[in-house]
């Protein structure tokens, strides 16, 4: 019997990766990378947000500290503003100082618009309930950087 020869066309033992499967592993790997990416700059605009959100209220509650240090002025309404309203230029009660620097304050923490729209800068209302004594503080801010747009801060507490 005579040994059977291996025909010439038969294919050999294939070693090594091909170009092609190397390409589709570099693709499946960019494209992992890509999420990675998007997750990493989702949580950089969650955390943006939460400090944010934590200044506003650390801003909440210096006036209404400030409006407990002055309880008396602050029940007769000279902390009282609305939205769009300017803070006194010239101070001349201490209710007005506090306002002063306060809005000063609420400009320099919290970020300007970045539409440009004056509309859209920090602002803040507070409205005083003199027969409970309850104020209502209340924080508008453009978190455009963020996924949320225009956002409110608002605070009830007793003064």
Do not use: C
């Not at 006036?63 to 006194?88: E, K, Q, S, V």
């Not at 506090?98 to 809005?103: M, R, T, V, Y």
Request: proline share 6%.
């Amino acid at each position: 019997m005579r040994p059977r020869s291996r025909p010439v066309f038969a294919p050999r033992a294939i070693h090594g990766f091909t170009l092609v499967e190397s390409l589709v592993a570099l693709l499946v790997l960019s494209i992992g990378l890509l999420g990675v990416a998007a997750m990493q700059l989702s949580s950089l605009q969650a955390n943006n947000g939460a400090f944010q959100r934590s200044q506003a209220t650390f801003l909440a509650q210096d006036i209404a500290d400030r409006m407990r240090a002055n309880r008396a002025r602050a029940l007769a309404g000279d902390y009282d503003f609305t939205f769009g309203t300017a803070a006194p230029s010239s101070p001349a009660t201490t209710a007005e100082t506090d306002l002063l620097a306060w809005k000063t304050r609420l400009g320099v923490v919290l970020p300007p618009a970045a539409s440009g729209n004056p509309a859209d800068d920090p602002d803040a209302s507070i409205q005083t309930d003199v027969a409970t004594g309850i104020v209502t503080i209340s924080i508008r801010w453009d978190d455009s950087r963020g996924a949320d747009g225009l956002l409110t801060f608002t605070m009830r507490t007793r003064v």
